[in-house]
């Protein structure tokens, strides 16, 4: 009669014939290409892209809230994607290194993945749906320019984004009760099967990434079709070249979050159950494919500065007055700029304006 065999181990503890298979297996898993890949991406992610990300939103948070900034509401919505933005990163930075250096013990895990699992997806929530409201006043703001300044207000900014924090956190609420450990003392989302989990689980679908990706895809369309139809506006330089600089940083941003959010979002809902993680070699692939797709859709968090840097001569000028370096308001040194680069910076819209359309 076989018996369940207790093997000692280097730390005095046992291993039973079960746990010493899960041992062997991973340790398989760990020596494969894949995997040493995996962890790589990983540990970059850990302590040089998520700290620059931080590092870049307080600035981006800095910036849109200098006191010339303040009277644009689409200053308003950076700065608070700038905060929701820092907050999933440091979320994922704190979870993942406790993770890692085994700060809990078995019994604290419960309580660790459930609040691990709701900051988590109500901090992403909330900053997609701001970009989304970011978006629709942007929206607002060109087709309807005779009504924009009762439509898009800082007050209207103020109450929607409390609703905004507000629905998001009963939407995610939930996983709280779902989520837990499994048997092998690992984080999931759902510790049991049920029919009112199924339906959860298609309400979270629909909610967050169908609405908004599809939210953005519309407005955009429509912000580009109006820009390039719309004739030439008799207003002050200067305020001309802050709304060009304003719809291309925003079209930037709401464009390079579908681009990095659409991977994940395949991988995750074809790609990841087809891997076959029985074998140490398709268990390395999975977590590999996971680690890349994952860390691009956390970039979504890290690149809003360097868009802006990137897309806006005025970030930039406010930039280097923040550190001191210039006085990026000097209405003067904007005209001059503006008259100089005028022709450069229309150019620069129907550049990226193609370049968006033909993707």
Same mark, same amino acid.
């Given at each position: ?36 890949? /995996?962890? /790589? ?13 931080? !590092? ?18 689409? @200053? ?18 704190? /979870? ?28 992403? $929530? ?7 409201f970011? *978006? ?15 439509l ?5 900014v ?15 609420? =939930? ?7 499994? =048997?092998?003392?690992? @984080?999931?989302g ?5 029919w009112?989990?199924d339906v ?11 609405? =908004?990706? @599809? ?10 079709k109006?820009?390039?139809?719309? =004739?030439?506006?008799? *207003? ?31 991988s ?27 860390? !691009? ?11 802006y840097? !990137?897309s $806006? ?12 370096? %210039?006085? %990026? ?31």
């Amino acid at each position: 009669m076989l018996t369940n065999q207790v093997y000692p181990t280097d730390n005095g503890t046992h291993l039973t014939d079960s746990k010493k298979e899960e041992a062997e297996f991973q340790q398989k898993v760990e020596s494969h290409l894949y995997y040493r890949a /995996a962890m /790589a991406i990983k540990r970059f992610s850990l302590f040089g892209l998520y700290p620059a990300g931080v !590092l870049s939103n307080i600035i981006s948070f800095l910036v849109m809230n200098m006191k010339h900034n303040k009277k644009s509401t689409t @200053c308003l919505y950076m700065s608070v994607i700038a905060v929701a933005d820092s907050l999933v990163l440091v979320r994922r930075f704190l /979870a993942w290194t406790t993770v890692m250096a085994k700060a809990y013990s078995s019994e604290d895990m419960v309580w660790v993945c459930k609040v691990n699992y709701v900051t988590h997806y109500v901090f992403t $929530g909330f900053s997609a749906y701001s970009i989304v409201f970011m *978006t629709f006043d942007k929206f607002c703001a060109i087709m309807f320019p005779h009504k924009a300044n009762v439509l898009c207000t800082r007050n209207k900014v103020g109450k929607i984004t409390v609703l905004n924090a507000f629905i998001v956190a009963l939407i995610y609420l =939930p996983k709280a009760l779902f989520s837990g450990k499994d =048997p092998n003392n690992l @984080c999931t989302g759902y510790t049991h099967k049920a029919w009112y989990i199924d339906v959860y689980k298609i309400l979270l679908l629909v909610y967050y990434p169908l609405i =908004p990706v @599809c939210a953005l895809f519309f407005f955009n369309i429509s912000i580009i079709k109006a820009v390039c139809r719309r =004739p030439n506006r008799k *207003t002050h330089p200067e305020k001309r070249l802050q709304d060009r600089q304003m719809t291309v940083m925003l079209l930037m941003v709401t464009f390079v979050f579908i681009v990095l959010l659409l991977p994940f979002e395949i991988s995750d809902a074809f790609l990841m159950g087809s891997l076959s993680t029985e074998t140490p070699a398709g268990a390395a692939k999975s977590t590999l494919v996971f680690q890349v797709t994952s860390n !691009l859709m956390m970039l979504n968090y890290c690149v809003n500065f360097y868009l802006y840097l !990137l897309s $806006g001569s005025k970030f930039r000028n406010d930039l280097r007055s923040l550190l001191g370096f %210039g006085a %990026g308001n000097d209405i003067v040194s904007q005209m001059s700029e503006q008259e100089a680069g005028d022709g450069q910076e229309h150019k620069t819209l129907s550049t990226t304006v193609q370049q968006i359309s033909a993707e």
